[in-house]
């Protein structure tokens, strides 16, 4: 991976025609030609075929939606969406590729989660409201000490963004957790697309609006947390299930061995403490270490083990470490609902890639 610093500066995401004008998004004069977003590279290796620009695309949710006066009483069908069907779908063949020769899966997980995990539900407005909408791509996002770590991430996306002017961050990082989940062999996530991005450092989430590990009462900090997200005890306990991927690592967060049997070899940069014995594999592997918390080598946060401990947790964490099929599809539902949480879709009902 040859890293690119993060954006400094808010990168405009290419719209051939706006209805009207949105922050950060100046209104075209009538009397302008629709930018064109630029052409992918020839050269460009894993590009199957060239993309054209957003207004060719084929999906129909809800489109064409609008027509807009260009002048002289002639009007053009408005084809605009956030994110272009078409990328996003050649995006994620790149992310594949990706995963099988870094195996980031873990990080692009935790990437998608702490975009969205800001979600107040108390609040109305967008973006105040945070959520999945890309802020996490701007450096003072970046440097909450809940991030530590995850600039690795948007190094590792920054290419397929630049390839692919015409998705969004936002959904570009919850395609890449989505995807990344589904090739570690989790299930199949029912995502919808068209998440509209901020435009700038100063629409991020003040810091603090993620679970810490080790609070004074776990299980009450848990819900605090997520309640305001508008998750429930089952979607907690479920989405936590993530941790059967990934490692921690005590230069980021503090938490965890620098290396253990499991770790010392990779694959991906060696060290930390995982969850799980096998942590590149999505399974339900980590109810069943957490209950037996038998094996020193494999890491549990207090708010891991509150799963166990609390009652009304316990009863999702048992069911998950007898019956994978049912922790397959609570997961798949409750991380569907975290990927859209505080996002503006456009198209307003959002896409689906599936054919
Ligand atoms: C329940 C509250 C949660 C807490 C307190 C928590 C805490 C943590 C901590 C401390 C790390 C280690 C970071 C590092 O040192 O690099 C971590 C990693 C991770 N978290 Fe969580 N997390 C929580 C929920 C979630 C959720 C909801 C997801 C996804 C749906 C998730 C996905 C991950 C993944 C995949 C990693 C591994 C990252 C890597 O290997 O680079 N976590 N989490």
Redesign the pocket.
Known sequence: VSPQPPPSAPPLHPAPCRPAAAPGHPALPSSAPHPRPPRLSASSASAPRPLGPPRSVSIRFGWPRKAKSVGRGRSVRCMAAASDAAQLKAAREDIRELLNTTHCH??L??LG?HDS?TYDKNINDWPERGGANGSLRFDVELKHGAN??LVNALKLMQPIKDKYPSITYADLFQLASATAIEEAGGPKIPMKYGRVDVTGPEQCPPEGKL???GPSAPADH?RL??YRMGLDDKE?VA??G??T??????E??G??KPETKYTKNGPGAPG?QSWTAEWLKFDNSYFKEIKEKRDQDLLV?P?DAALFEDPAFKVYAEKYAADEEAFFKDYAEA?AK?SSLGAKFDPAEGFSLDD
Do not use: E, K, N, Q
Not at 245 to 250: A, K, Q
């Open positions: 873990p990080i997980v935790r989660w995990g530590a770590g679970p810490d590990a848990l947390v997520f907690i989405l936590s993530a941790h991927l990934g490692r921690s690592r005590p980021r967060s938490w965890g930390g946060l708010t991380h975290l």
